[in-house]
C-alpha cells in the first residue's frame, strides 16, 4: 500500500468588513495579495479565494489549480478593490463560518493538505465562534495561518488556532507608513508557502533590509553579504511608495575587490504593481553570479532624485534575496526553533541546525524574545544564547546539532515571541552523509572522528519561532542549576582530584549556593 501525502490547497480567506478600511490597509492588503497570486504561488498549486464580513461568507472563486498567468491574473482581479468593503458594519467576521464554507463548499470531504490563510483584524469574537472554529479546524485537519491586522484584541485565540494545527500566526503592527506593512504582509505570505514548500531549496533568504527617508541625503549606501550556501537567483528590490514616481535614480555596485558594477538608471516595471523595483540591467547579467565573491561584502549606493524639493518624506525599503547555490538537499542548511510551551515553565527553547539533515556544530545562536503585555507595550528581553553543550532536557547531548536555553527572565504576563539569528564562521561544521568509524558517543557528548566533519562555510540565517502566552509569571525561582557537562577525574601521586566547570544558580545565570558530591567505594 502506497500512503501519498495529499498536495497542498490553499484558501485565501480576506476580511472585508469596515474594520479592514481603517486608513490605507486595504490598499497594502491588496498589494499584497497580487504578490502573493501573481509571482509567489507555486506553479500548479490549487487555491480558492473567499471574502468574509460580519457572517456574510462569499466564495468568490472554487478552488482552481494555477497553470498559467492567465489564472494567476484570474485569481488576482478577484481580489475585491476598497470601494467593496462594506461600510456599514465593523463588527469583525465570523471565523467559524468561513471554515464551515470552507469544508462544505471548497474542499468538500477533501480536506487533506488544506491551508486557510486568514487575513483578518482585531476585534473582540465571540466564545462560540472562536470554540466552533478549534473545533472545526480540529475536526477536518486544516492547517491555518493568520495575518492579523490592528487591533489585536483576538491576538491569543488567533495564535492558539495557528498553533494547534501547525500555522504560523503573523501580529502586523501599524508603524504609520504602508510600506512596512506592505514589507509584513509580504514576510507572511512567503512564511506560509515556506511552511508546505517540498522544495525548501527553491525558498529565498532576505541578506539585507534597510530603510531610507526622502527627507535625508539624495544619496544612499549600504552594504550586504552573500554567504556561501546562497548566491542564486539574488534580487536587488526596492519598495516604494509610488511607482511611477519612485524617486530611484540610479543604483551602482562595488564588490569587495573595488570593481564597480553601474550606475544602472533602467528599473524594471514587472513588479509596478506590488510597488517594488528591480534593476533592469538591459541584457548584463546581474553582477552577484561570480563564486569568487560569495560571503565578501557588497556596497550598493542609490541616487535619489529631487529629494530635497518635496514637503512630505517618503519613505523606501531596500530589500535583498538569494536563493541556495545548489539544488542538492545534501547542501541545504535548515533551521527549526522550538519551544515547550507554557504548560511547562521555565521556557525552554531548542534550534535544530542541519545541513543536508546532518548536525551542523559550532555554530553561533542568540535568541531574541519580544513581549507585549496585557497593554499593548512591546518590549525586548536581553538575548540568550542558546549552546549545544548538552545541558538538560531535551538536548541530552553536545555537539548533536541541537543548541538549546532556557528562559530565565518572566518580567510581564503577554505574548513572548520567539527569534533566532544563527551564524556560521570558519569554525562551523556539519557531520558528513557518511559516517565516521571515529566518532565515539560517551552518552552525554558525540566525539566526532577525525573525518567526521565537513565545512559549512559563513552564513546567517533568522529564524521566526512560534508564540507562547504567559497568562501568569512565576514569582519564584522556578530555574535550577544546568547540569555539570565536564567532570573530569584526575589521578595524582596520592590522591584524586576532580574538575568542573560551575553551571549557574539559574540554569548558566548567577552563581550556585553549594555542591553535592556523592562517593561510592562500588558502582553496586
Request: aromatic share 6%; glycine share 8%.
Amino acid at each position: 500500500v502506497v500512503v501519498r501525502e495529499p498536495a497542498a490547497k490553499f484558501v485565501l480567506a480576506m476580511e472585508t468588513s469596515g474594520l479592514m478600511a481603517a486608513g490605507e490597509s486595504w490598499r497594502w492588503i491588496h498589494k499584497a495579495a497580487h504578490r502573493f497570486l501573481r509571482y509567489e504561488l507555486p506553479v500548479n498549486s490549487a487555491l480558492a479565494l473567499v471574502t468574509f464580513s460580519g457572517r456574510q461568507v462569499t466564495l468568490e472563486q472554487p478552488l482552481i489549480q494555477v497553470t498559467s498567468q492567465a489564472v494567476r491574473a484570474r485569481l488576482a482581479d478577484t481580489i475585491p478593490g476598497k470601494y467593496h468593503l462594506a461600510t456599514d458594519t465593523a463588527e469583525p467576521g465570523c471565523v467559524s463560518c468561513v471554515l464551515e464554507e470552507v469544508v462544505e463548499r471548497v474542499v468538500r470531504g477533501r480536506e487533506g493538505g488544506t491551508h486557510l490563510v486568514l487575513v483578518t483584524a482585531g476585534g473582540r469574537r465571540q466564545e462560540e465562534d472562536r470554540r466552533r472554529a478549534e473545533e472545526l479546524a480540529s475536526l477536518h485537519q486544516l492547517r491555518v495561518s493568520v495575518l492579523l491586522l490592528p487591533p489585536t484584541d483576538s491576538g491569543q485565540f488567533f495564535d492558539r488556532l495557528a498553533s494547534r494545527t501547525g500555522g504560523r500566526s503573523h501580529h502586523l503592527a501599524n508603524t504609520g507608513y504602508g510600506l512596512d506593512l506592505l514589507l509584513q504582509l509580504n514576510t507572511a505570505f512567503d512564511q506560509v508557502l515556506r511552511e508546505e514548500s517540498k522544495q525548501l531549496m527553491e525558498a529565498a533568504e532576505t541578506v539585507h533590509l534597510a530603510e531610507y527617508y526622502s527627507s535625508e541625503e539624495g544619496l544612499s549606501r549600504g552594504t550586504f553579504t552573500i554567504d556561501l550556501s546562497l548566491g542564486r537567483d539574488t534580487v536587488f528590490s526596492v519598495y516604494v511608495e509610488d511607482e511611477e514616481d519612485h524617486l530611484v535614480e540610479a543604483v551602482t555596485f562595488t564588490d569587495s575587490q573595488g570593481k564597480q558594477y553601474g550606475p544602472f538608471t533602467k528599473m524594471s516595471s514587472h513588479f509596478d504593481p506590488v510597488n517594488i523595483k528591480t534593476i533592469n540591467y538591459l541584457g548584463f547579467k546581474p553582477p552577484f553570479g561570480d563564486p569568487g565573491q560569495l560571503g565578501r561584502p557588497w556596497t550598493y549606493s542609490i541616487r535619489w532624485s529631487g529629494t530635497r524639493l518635496r514637503s512630505v518624506t517618503r519613505k523606501s525599503l531596500v530589500t535583498v534575496t538569494s536563493k541556495p547555490r545548489s539544488r542538492k538537499e545534501s547542501d541545504l542548511l535548515a533551521i527549526e526553533l522550538r519551544s515547550s510551551g507554557q504548560s511547562s515553565l521555565p521556557l525552554t527553547v531548542v534550534a535544530s541546525v542541519t545541513l543536508g539533515k546532518q548536525p551542523v556544530l559550532n555554530a553561533t545562536v542568540v535568541l531574541e524574545v519580544e513581549v507585549e503585555n496585557e497593554n499593548g507595550t512591546v518590549f525586548a528581553l536581553p538575548p540568550l544564547a542558546l549552546l549545544d553543550d548538552g545541558r538538560g532536557v531535551p538536548d541530552l547531548v553536545g555537539d548533536d546539532g541541537l543548541y538549546s536555553g532556557r528562559l530565565s527572565s518572566y518580567p510581564s504576563p503577554g505574548r513572548y515571541r520567539l527569534t533566532a539569528w544563527v551564524t556560521g564562521d570558519a569554525a562551523t561544521r556539519a557531520y558528513r552523509e557518511t559516517p565516521d568509524p571515529g566518532t565515539r558517543y560517551t552518552g552525554s557528548r558525540i566525539l566526532p572522528g577525525p573525518g567526521a566533519l565537513r565545512p559549512t562555510g559563513a552564513f546567517t540565517r533568522r529564524v521566526q519561532g512560534g508564540v507562547v502566552h504567559l497568562d501568569t509569571v512565576p514569582n519564584t525561582d522556578i530555574l535550577p542549576p544546568a547540569k555539570v557537562v565536564d567532570l573530569h577525574l584526575l589521578e595524582l601521586e596520592d590522591s584524586l582530584e576532580l574538575v568542573w566547570s560551575c553551571p549557574g544558580g539559574d540554569y548558566l545565570a548567577g552563581t550556585v549556593t553549594g555542591h553535592q558530591l556523592l562517593a561510592s567505594p562500588s558502582l553496586g
